[in-house]
């Protein structure tokens, strides 16, 4: 059975997604036991949220800084049209970019929200002019990270 809504998922498979969206390296042993499950079912149920792409991946989460980028910034790009070919273009480009973290298509404001991350202030620089020059890019606002007090990945369950 593969979960189409979220109205398909009972409350083991919420506390399921609930304990891995927490901790992705817990051993399923530790994860049946804490779902109050036998470890062969927990771990079909876990495979049938990650064939139904309820469960997208799991990775590491790596601390920018330690890694030589010290700047986190957003751009808000606003493209000449929003012809479909263009926005294509545009997310196709961005999306080599490694810099490039997030790219999201925006209703209100402008076409897309980036967020880009920086080794320094010459690099941000650079990025930005990189996007500024970019084919049929009209405008573009970068908007500095000060410091985060909220850094959260996945979603409430």
Not at 63 to 88: M, N
């Amino acid at each position: 059975m593969r979960p189409e809504s979220p109205d398909a998922l009972d409350e083991t498979d919420r506390q399921i997604l609930a304990e891995l969206q927490a901790d992705g390296r817990i051993t399923n042993v530790e994860l049946a036991r804490r779902v109050d499950l036998s470890a062969p079912p927990c771990l079909r149920r876990v495979r049938r949220l990650e064939e139904a792409g309820i469960i997208r991946g799991y990775h590491a989460e790596v601390t920018p800084a330690a890694l030589g980028f010290e700047i986190t910034f957003f751009a808000l790009v606003g493209l000449e049209t929003q012809k479909q070919t263009v926005l294509d273009r545009f997310e196709a480009l961005v999306c080599e970019w490694p810099e490039v973290r997030e790219c999201h298509m925006i209703r209100g404001g402008g076409d897309f929200l980036l967020r880009l991350v920086a080794r320094d202030t010459a690099h941000e620089n650079e990025l930005t002019g990189r996007l500024t020059s970019a084919d049929t890019v009209q405008r573009v606002q970068t908007l500095q990270t000060i410091r985060t007090a909220k850094d959260e990945a996945g979603v409430p369950i």
